[in-house]
DNA sequence: TTCGCTGCAAAGGATTTGCATTCTA
DNA sequence: TAGAATGCAAATCCTTTGCAGCGAA
């Protein structure tokens, strides 16, 4: 097939632009230039990211998008099933770009230098199910952040 | 043994004031009366109950007890490890006492109603513990919470 | 008598909201 | 042109902090 890496990411950014545009359409709502700026920024970072970086990373881009669009943008992605947000104990919210079905995974977060990895396991998934199943409901969502103490002797060791 | 439901309660009641008492002593901090009657408050209440709710709680023994004390005793016995603090998302957050090491449990969110359930589950238990040391962590610690679509005829169904 | 503890009020910090204005469709 | 979206500032909400007086050991 021949594609770049690059390429490829090209294409992946424009199927989530599209995506969300779709999901304004749906909704009767409009697509503005703050809205791109704002994703692009998203795509542009990596995983787990606030809302303030959020906000200083599109601003580098349009130095006038106030915080409240941010906020508002987040929400609506958020909504749409495109980006996901974390709570990780008492730390302001973290988004990440939810990447498709196939995508899902959990956190471990590291307690010496708050890093955080991802994880997916189908069996614990498949126990959730059931679990849910037994106490008589169907599972939609879950959450799971392991909070565990490194071994890796680079370990940053600060928080 | 004879010993009735609430025989059974003013004892493991007088347990954990002891062991609060101890973590007190331990860190040359005081024993109270306002300490004590909002770890009363907390033990009279169920679990799953919030800072507002154990203020409001303790204040019909002492109408005197300031919110900040709440708060400031609500960490001192999240610290000592007598209580559990749990946030659910955007939520203020909850507590419940942690009853021992063998009472661990995990949370199940009603999408309908916003009941909470309790479960536990060894197998996923011992699974997240694989997950971290395949990651080369040690596990200290985790979160795990199910939400999910109510079965049940008789949910409230009420947010 | 010493400090730790308390209540009060004020401060904090992340997020939300009201509103006049601007802009998309 | 309608009404959705924006930026700004003010408002929320839960929680924390500063401080002068109080109280446990």
Request: glycine content about 6%; proline content about 1%.
């Given at each position: 097939?021949?594609?770049?890496?690059?390429?490829?990411?090209?294409?992946?950014?424009?199927?989530?632009?599209?995506?969300?545009?779709?999901?304004?359409?749906?909704?009767?709502?409009?697509?503005?230039?703050?809205?791109?700026?704002?994703?692009?920024?998203?795509?542009?970072?990596g995983a787990?990211?606030?809302?303030?970086?959020?906000?200083?990373?599109?601003?580098?881009?349009?130095?006038?998008?106030?915080?409240?669009?941010?906020?508002?943008?987040?929400?609506?992605l958020t909504?749409?099933?495109?980006?996901?947000?974390?709570?990780?104990?008492?730390?302001?919210?973290?988004?990440?770009?939810?990447?498709?079905?196939?995508?899902?995974?959990?956190?471990?977060?590291?307690?010496?230098?708050?890093?955080?990895?991802?994880?997916?396991?189908?069996?614990?998934?498949?126990?959730?199910?059931?679990?849910?199943?037994?106490?008589?409901?169907?599972?939609?969502?879950?959450?799971?952040?392991?909070?565990?103490?490194?071994?890796?002797?680079?370990?940053?060791?600060?928080?």
């Amino acid at each position: 097939m021949g594609f770049s890496k690059h390429q490829e990411n090209i294409e992946h950014e424009a199927k989530v632009h599209a995506e969300f545009d779709e999901y304004l359409v749906k909704l009767g709502l409009r697509q503005t230039k703050q809205r791109k700026i704002i994703l692009n920024a998203l795509m542009r970072m990596g995983a787990h990211v606030d809302a303030e970086t959020v906000a200083t990373q599109s601003r580098e881009i349009d130095s006038s998008i106030g915080t409240a669009t941010v906020y508002r943008t987040l929400a609506l992605l958020t909504q749409s099933g495109i980006l996901k947000e974390h709570q990780f104990g008492h730390d302001k919210s973290q988004f990440e770009l939810a990447g498709g079905l196939d995508d899902h995974h959990d956190h471990l977060i590291c307690n010496q230098c708050g890093k955080i990895f991802e994880f997916c396991q189908d069996e614990i998934e498949t126990l959730q199910t059931q679990v849910a199943e037994k106490l008589g409901f169907f599972l939609k969502e879950h959450r799971m952040e392991l909070f565990a103490d490194c071994r890796r002797p680079n370990c940053e060791n600060k928080k």
